[in-house]
């Protein structure tokens, strides 16, 4: 891997054109911005319904100055493999092909198709920006929205059942790379979405991506918001290689200090938790700490190794 | 080169011979064999292209096109409730304007689970855009795979190559396998209209508004009603598109004449019986035998069905008395849905403010229903010699009463009571 | 077919700036920097450039001094609260008259409403 990106070497084109539908202060905006400065111009986007759908502008106008084929909602991976195909047709295999959808395009109706590609190995990478919700439709429960978060079809009582790890499920495909990354540090996913492209085979890289209007915070926290997670140990960034699971950046920094902020610090930033009381947040400490320890405890073993 | 094999094969060497780039399909009874057959093309590097062994139908559909959207001749195939997963994208292929070729081995949808043979996959999609072919042989279903891809391309219009599960695709006929370098003539590579490319970029599908706007360019575009409109009135014009090319294959190939119906003995036909694929020529036989007895019957195959052939059809049918349509498929809650067709047809095109003949909607074959050539005719006797028929013009159904409407009698099973039952046929 | 080109009967859609109109009248507030703290233009080089980078809507220019697009600006914030050396505050936008001295620093075709 070389070294790693810094905002000065970070590329100055812009292939996302200001002036789009996107909400003011869009986690999904900062991602899809540097993510394309990673893919680069030699790319052909593959995306789904979702926010992204809008943000990428209404006939006949595009936000992006990349190829993009938007398709039904379930078929993502699907149209990636097609495009693949059509691609080697006609002798263009150096343009990249990416999937990119939100996390029901992902983790529910998008499941089948993006398990199928990368079981048949396609050559594609597939990004999952996770807002925790259809937050394009109007804020409705996902497979990965958390528990606890009220939204606006689990209203009372907020979501019952936890959030389905769909990093941990395409690693379960053997793929040759699977990682997560965040929108509050968009360098580590540049590199990320670098290192994925230079690797046959599907690649998987899952984007936690901060929602103001969604999550219920003012636009101007969602850096904050986004590293709060990391910093909480909430939301990790870590690749999975050979089915080896390492944390990476903050999150590894995070091993290191052995100082995890509170997850009520997280959690009590948005009024998508305001249901939670303060036992079920200890529980939910509960859980990261659990989690964690497995990390100190790996992290101890490889350096007695 | 004339061989004999099933209507699959046939199909299967239609797309060989075709170049199709881009394969991609999920199995299902009885469209299988065809996709069996084209991945042993690809394996065996007889046809140069991408086979997609997809998880679904939907995929299937969502890679051809993609595959389409980037320039490559895609073709998938299915049956039944394959086609109905796929119904999403197929109305996305017809609104893309991709000229997708799919292959519909017809066969009923559940539920309950039928395999056997009838057409309610097919008509059930008749609304998306695409257009449908109906195929009655196995020269018909090669030769139609070429004249799909020629047609589909020429308009930007996918199409749908029927033909009937079992009695076609696993039943072994004689056809003559059109040589390469005429297909070569007939079918040049395909020269895409726009092609997904970084070096000249556009977002293909957008959302599309209820109105009209400017582009990045001070041009107006089309809104999304416009888009659709432009569908329809392509797929109106593909009426005479099919009979160039259908033309334009006779040139080359020597076969073939009338794209769009396909009369038998109808010039001076008192009754003409209209149907869809294999049946039509089935009928072929029952004609032979009404007219032994005297009856001046023909029988009219309707060869595509979407776009319909209104015009053609009110004037193969003007100077008939009567018209019987015999359909393997029923819009629920109303009748056969060619039959529907047809008779809004014959409205708008009766000729001198003349009435229109008078036309009887019959169903057959549903579920694979054996369909006698007995029952057929006397059906159509029956109809034709004016004799009153009882039921509801379902030809070979046997509905039994249900042993649930009667108790049975102290002491009788069940079987027994089933036994009383009456057949209504 | 017929004598409309293909790109009339699809959506087929171009890239162009705005396609959200002038997203700048979304503002209530107003990004301002302050040269004075502003690490670029303090120091006369490249440095810093952190606005630029979390920008959502690339209206930050990366140059010395970095300039806002204030015609796409959505006054999300986010370079005010990110700025290490709080050199952007929001400044409301009543009262203000429409001031674009600083324009769209990146190349772009006509845009659209």
Redesign the interface.
């Known amino acids: 891997m070389s070294a790693k990106t810094t905002?000065?070497t970070?590329p100055?084109e812009?292939l996302?054109?200001?002036?789009?539908?996107?909400?003011?202060?869009?986690?999904l905006?900062?991602a899809y911005?540097?993510g394309l400065k990673a893919l680069g111009?030699?790319?052909?986007l593959?995306v789904p319904p979702s926010c992204l759908?809008?943000l990428?502008?209404?006939?006949?106008?595009?936000?992006?100055?990349?190829?993009?084929?938007?398709?039904?909602f379930?078929?993502t991976?699907?149209?990636?493999?097609?495009?693949?195909?059509?691609?080697?047709?006609?002798g263009?295999q150096h343009?990249k092909v990416v999937g990119w959808a939100g996390d029901g395009g992902t983790a529910d109706i998008g499941i089948?198709?993006l398990?199928?590609a990368a079981?048949?190995e396609e050559d594609f990478l597939f990004m999952c920006y996770d807002n925790e919700g259809y937050m394009n439709t109007g804020v409705q429960r996902s497979g990965t929205t958390p528990q606890g978060a009220v939204t606006t079809n689990t209203p009372f009582k907020g979501k019952q059942q936890k959030k389905k790890d769909v990093p941990a499920i395409m690693a379960a495909h053997g793929i040759d790379y699977v990682a997560t990354a965040s929108a509050a540090y968009?360098?580590d996913l540049y590199d990320k979405i670098r290192k994925a492209l230079s690797l046959s085979g599907t690649k998987y890289i899952h984007i936690h991506t901060p929602c103001?209007p969604g999550w219920g915070f003012?636009?101007?926290?969602?850096?904050?918001v986004g590293r709060l997670a990391v910093e909480t140990g909430y939301f990790d960034l870590y690749e999975i290689e050979q089915g080896m699971l390492r944390l990476t950046g903050a999150s590894e920094k995070l091993v290191e200090k052995r100082e995890l902020v509170p997850v009520g610090d997280y959690l009590r930033s948005q009024s998508r938790f305001r249901l939670l009381s303060d036992e079920q947040i200890a529980e939910i400490q509960a859980q990261v700490d659990t989690k964690w320890s497995g990390y100190y405890r790996a992290a101890g073993q490889a350096a007695a190794e | 080169m004339h061989i004999i094999e099933d209507g699959n094969v046939a199909a299967a060497m239609g797309v060989k011979l075709a170049g199709a780039?881009?394969i991609?399909a999920y199995p299902i009874t009885p469209q299988t064999p065809l996709t069996e057959k084209l991945s042993e093309f690809v394996e065996s590097g007889e046809l140069?292209?991408?086979y997609?062994?997809?998880?679904?139908e939907?995929?299937?559909l969502?890679?051809?096109?993609?595959?389409?959207?980037?320039?490559?001749r895609?073709f998938t195939a299915t049956s039944a409730n394959g086609l109905l997963y796929m119904h999403?994208?197929i109305q996305?292929a017809a609104g893309a304007r991709l000229p997708i070729v799919m292959c519909v081995v017809n066969r009923a949808v559940g539920a309950p689970w039928c395999i056997w043979n009838d057409h309610q996959d097919s008509i059930s999609q008749r609304d998306t855009g695409w257009i449908q072919m109906y195929a009655c042989d196995h020269q018909q279903i090669i030769d139609g795979v070429l004249k799909a891809f020629a047609l589909a391309e020429a308009v930007s219009i996918p199409v749908m190559v029927c033909y009937d599960g079992y009695l076609l695709s696993h039943t072994y006929m004689p056809f003559e396998v059109p040589e390469e370098e005429k297909v070569a003539r007939f079918l040049p590579p395909f020269e895409p209209s726009y092609?997904?490319?970084?070096e000249?970029?556009?977002?293909?599908?957008?959302?599309?508004?209820p109105d009209v706007?400017?582009?990045?360019t001070g041009e107006m575009?089309h809104g999304y009603m416009e888009i659709r409109y432009l569908l329809q009135e392509d797929l109106r014009a593909a009426l005479e598109v099919a009979q160039e090319i259908e033309d334009r294959f006779k040139e080359v190939f020597g076969r073939g004449g009338d794209a769009l119906l396909e009369p038998y003995r109808c010039d001076d036909a008192e009754h003409i019986v209209v149907g869809l694929g294999s049946l039509t020529y089935q009928l072929r036989d029952v004609v032979e035998i009404l007219r032994n007895e005297g009856h001046r019957v023909g029988v009219l195959g309707v060869r595509l069905y979407r776009p319909f052939p209104d015009e053609a059809l009110a004037a193969a049918l003007q100077h008939a008395a009567g018209v019987i349509v015999i359909e393997k498929a029923v819009s629920y809650g109303y009748e056969g849905a060619l039959c529907s067709d047809l008779k809004a047809a014959l409205l708008a095109h009766r000729t001198d403010g003349g009435r229109p003949p008078a036309v009887k909607g019959m169903i057959a074959g549903i579920g694979g229903r054996d369909i006698r050539t007995a029952d057929l005719t006397d059906a159509l006797r029956a109809h034709i010699t004016g004799t009153p028929v009882e039921g509801p013009g379902w030809i070979g159904l046997k509905l039994y009463d249900s042993f649930q409407d009667e108790a049975p009698p102290q002491g009788t099973s069940r079987a027994s009571a089933r036994g009383r039952g009456r057949e209504r046929e | 077919m017929g004598t409309r080109g293909y790109r009339y009967k699809t959506?087929?859609?171009?890239?162009?700036?705005?396609?959200?109109?002038?997203?700048g009248s979304?503002r209530v507030q107003r990004p301002v920097i302050d040269l004075e703290r502003c690490t670029p233009a303090r120091r006369k080089a490249?440095?810093?450039?952190?606005c630029?980078?979390?920008?959502?809507?690339?209206?930050i220019s990366?140059s010395i001094p970095p300039t806002i697009?204030y015609?796409?600006?959505?006054?999300?914030?986010?370079c005010?609260?990110?700025c290490p050396t709080k050199a952007i505050t929001?400044v409301d936008e009543a009262g203000r008259q429409e001031d674009d001295e600083q324009t769209?620093s990146?190349e772009?075709s006509r845009?659209?409403t």
Not at chain 1, 41 to 44: E, L
Not at chain 1, 58 to 70: D, G, I, M, Q, Y
Request: with cysteine; aromatic share 6%; hydrophobic share 40%.
């Open positions: 905002i000065l970070l100055r812009e996302v054109y200001p002036g789009n539908r996107a909400c003011a202060g869009c986690g905006s900062i911005r540097i111009p030699d790319t052909i593959v759908t809008v990428q502008g209404l006939f006949p106008v595009a936000s992006t100055k990349l190829p993009c084929l938007n398709v039904t379930a078929s991976a699907a149209a990636a493999t097609g495009l693949l195909g059509a691609l080697k047709m006609r263009r343009t089948q198709a398990s199928g079981e048949r968009p360098l103001p003012e636009p101007r926290y969602s850096i904050k | 780039q881009v991609a140069r292209a991408q997609i062994p997809v998880e679904s939907h995929s299937a969502a890679a051809c096109i993609a595959a389409g959207s980037a320039g490559a895609a999403e994208q996305w092609a997904l490319d970084p000249s970029p556009a977002n293909l599908n957008t959302v599309t508004l706007r400017m582009d990045v575009a | 959506s087929h859609s171009l890239a162009g700036p705005g396609d959200g109109g002038k997203t979304w490249e440095a810093c450039f952190i630029w980078l979390y920008c959502p809507d690339c209206v990366r697009d015609e796409y600006c959505k006054g999300c914030a986010i005010a609260e990110e929001m769209c990146l772009g845009p659209c």
